[in-house]
């Protein structure tokens, strides 16, 4: 990196500490009505013009002088710090980010003239000494290559390391895969500890034996006797040699239990590290990704012909790079949608009173293991009126709704909004009017496993809150059985873990609710939120097993079975595995090889107003009858993940491994309403199966889905002609074909 390079990369990080501490100073100014420090707003901008003449940016160091003069003829009290001022300085900065980042990476040409004539005129012309014009980004790049950011491989090699990163990911999968291995040999301590045993009941039983043959033996045997007569001159030496041997097996015994432990803390140790280095490793300050997100927004609100400040806060704060990159796209549809739906024109907003140039605000933070990130701005907000009209002609809502629209729950209303292609955008631009914007946001959102929101400012204008994981390697679980399933919900979703007896329970409006601490928080049943049972709770001194778990500012208490263990672990994507990602956020293997489902606590909450299902049913109430279907499938994860779902959507569920094993159970009088199968598998394959169900006339009336990775035209025609009901391909296995062919067929 040459002596430039490395004087712009300084100036990179020193500009935008002068940049926020002005932008900072300006805004409390505004707010409080008191008078800013100008004597430390005058000092930065003296800073940037002197940084910048250091690294060749002559435009920069041309703003950052006539700002230094109109911020001295503010001292002396020659111009006021009134609203129109203070956006030409807001402008004045923004052009000094726009021309750092196109000088660092490109891009189009920054227009700096408009800049330059508006502080011209603020201090009266005279008033500014001449400098030598600067050239413009259009004509410096004429004079000199463009100016981009060098990659981070040809710095110091004693202070960075380049590195691949398709390799970076295999690392991190493999750090993040280390831990679940080092915890699986706590089994194998487990075994060690039950060998020891045994050796202590077979050294108690040799004790006992030992003293009967020296009492029994016979030292007047003769050598005809043979082998069976036991005697002091032959016997009793072998088995004192086997005593020897047998302790010394004892001892290795010992030593192998020492070693392993000291092995396992290591393990332990050093894996937890590594995992801990290659997560720091790709934990980035959100400026890394996030810092061009003003301009970007800036140009959309240009070609809109409206005017927008961009403030953005807490870039400081550490996430992981992945997560970063994914989330530029959701911010800035989400940004696309505020200038053209919510910001008003310059016109507009002073004849409204307002400030011409509305104001965007984009304010990142960490909340536990969270990357939260809320984009606000000061323009019109919803307009109810609008959503509830666009819903109707949609059929999403019907008259008596529309009517009382102005009592529907806001949380209900801006659902419409997610809805692809729904828009009240009364024209279709560049920016709006098909509707697909938020729709592709909150879907990126929830590849990432988070949530995204959208609200009313009590002050005026829209907020948008965005929470995802901070990293995607690895998430802490919470795991808790329901029925008898195990399910997992993140931590970063759970308030606290309690028991409570069902006789705490109080009555709400038609809701039990629990008081915790302060708050008053509404009961329901996991199982049954999820289309299970709920629990059987038969006298009121029986204990609750609650998860308390949040969604955005909403509480609820979702009563399970028991909990059972709390670790970390990898989490892979619902859309990976055909799940809906509005109910399941992922799967995780568990210690048996089998997966469990991770909730979506925010998919799940309930919206306001909505009935709750109890958390719990009277003890002589009827259990209604549910339909029973096999699962014949040779895969664990498979047949597991399937009876997850199934069971999840209220279903009685059957596990098989073959087709024999299912024909089986089938000949000795199980009772099914429904079997699916995979095609390939060990002893009795899907076809065969199926021809054998179909061909007895005991089972031909049951209906048969067979899931399957072949894909073929002519496996499906020989499964369809062998009587199969439907033929889902696991390759574009969807969850929903699934089980809408179900409810087709039961």
Request: charged share 30%; net charge negative.
């Amino acid at each position: 990196m040459d002596i430039r390079q490395r004087l712009l990369a300084a100036f990179d990080l020193e500009h935008k500490d002068h940049l926020a501490a002005i932008r900072n100073a300006l805004r409390d100014a505004e707010a409080t009505g008191e008078a800013p420090d100008l004597v430390d707003i005058h000092r930065r901008a003296h800073s940037l013009k002197g940084a910048a003449r250091a690294v060749d940016l002559p435009e920069v160091e041309a703003i950052s002088h006539r700002l230094e003069a109109a911020f001295i003829a503010v001292q002396k009290g020659e111009i006021p710090l009134d609203a129109a001022n203070v956006g030409v300085f807001r402008r004045s900065l923004d052009a000094i980010e726009d021309l750092v980042a196109w000088s660092l990476q490109g891009g189009g040409e920054v227009e700096t003239a408009g800049v330059l004539a508006d502080l011209d005129a603020l201090a009266g012309g005279g008033g500014v000494p001449p400098v030598p014009a600067p050239a413009t980004p259009a004509r410096a790049a004429e004079g000199r290559p463009t100016r981009r950011r060098e990659p981070a491989g040809d710095a110091d090699s004693a202070a960075l390391v380049r590195i691949a990163a398709q390799g970076l990911e295999r690392l991190s999968e493999t750090a993040s895969a280390l831990l679940p291995e080092v915890e699986a040999q706590a089994g194998l301590g487990e075994q060690l500890r039950a060998m020891r045993q045994e050796w202590r009941a077979l050294d108690r039983a040799w004790r006992h034996l030992r003293v009967q043959l020296g009492r029994g033996a016979r030292l007047d045997a003769r050598p005809e006797d043979g082998a069976d007569a036991l005697d002091g001159r032959g016997a009793l030496p072998a088995l004192m040699a086997f005593e020897r041997r047998f302790r010394a097996l004892g001892g290795a015994l010992d030593g192998a239990h020492r070693s392993h432990d000291r092995l396992l803390w290591s393990m332990r140790r050093w894996g937890g590290g590594f995992q801990q280095d290659m997560r720091r490793l790709r934990m980035l300050p959100a400026e890394n990704q996030l810092s061009g997100l003003g301009r970007m927004i800036r140009d959309i609100s240009r070609a809109e012909g409206k005017e927008v400040e961009v403030d953005v806060r807490g870039l400081e704060v550490e996430a992981d790079r992945n997560v970063l990159q994914r989330l530029k796209d959701p911010i800035l549809h989400i940004a696309r949608n505020a200038i053209s739906h919510g910001i008003e024109t310059p016109a507009e907003r002073l004849a409204l009173g307002k400030r011409p140039a509305a104001r965007v605000t984009i304010a990142a933070s960490v909340e536990g293991s969270r990357l939260r990130l809320r984009i606000e701005d000061d323009g019109r907000g919803l307009d109810r009126a609008a959503i509830l009209r666009k819903a109707a002609e949609r059929g999403l809502i019907d008259a008596d709704e529309l009517s009382a629209g102005d009592e529907m729950p806001l949380e209900r209303l801006t659902e419409f909004l997610f809805h692809p292609g729904f828009s009240t955008a009364s024209r279709t631009t560049e920016l709006a009017g098909r509707g697909m914007g938020l729709a592709i946001a909150r879907r990126e959102v929830e590849r990432l496993q988070g949530n995204l929101t959208i609200a009313d400012r009590p002050e005026g204008g829209a907020a948008v809150t965005i929470e995802v994981p901070l990293s995607l390697l690895s998430q802490r679980l919470v795991f808790v059985a329901v029925q008898d399933q195990i399910l997992a919900i993140p931590s970063a979703d759970v308030v606290r873990l309690r028991t409570a007896t069902a006789e705490t329970l109080f009555s709400g409006v038609g809701t039990p609710m629990i008081r915790i601490g302060e708050e008053e928080t509404p009961v329901t049943s996991l199982a049954a939120l999820l289309g299970m049972e709920a629990p059987v709770v038969p006298a009121a001194e029986r204990s609750l097993s609650l998860v308390v778990v949040r969604a955005a500012d909403r509480r609820l208490a979702l009563a399970v079975d028991r909990f059972v263990a709390t670790r970390e672990t990898v989490v892979t994507a619902a859309e990976e595995t055909g799940l809906d990602s509005g109910r399941y956020l992922g799967t995780v293997l568990m210690d048996d090889g089998g997966p469990a489902l991770v909730l979506n606590i925010s998919g799940l909450m309930p919206l306001p107003g909505s009935v709750l299902p109890p958390p719990a049913r009277p003890a002589e109430e009827v259990t209604p009858a549910r339909a029973h279907i096999l699962v014949v499938d040779d895969s664990i994860t498979t047949r597991t993940l399937e009876k997850s779902i199934l069971e999840a959507h209220g279903y009685r569920v059957t596990l098989c491994v073959d087709g024999r094993e299912a024909l089986e159970r089938l000949s000795e009088g199980m009772e099914v309403g429904l079997i699916i199968s995979d095609v390939e598998m060990p002893r009795m394959d899907g076809f065969a199966l199926l021809q054998a169900v179909k061909a007895d006339r005991r089972l031909e009336e049951i209906p048969v889905i067979l899931v399957t990775s072949r894909a073929s035209d002519e496996d499906r025609e020989r499964g369809l002609r062998l009587g199969a009901d439907a033929y889902i391909v696991k390759t574009r296995f969807d969850q929903n074909e699934l089980l809408a062919g179900i409810r087709r067929l039961l």
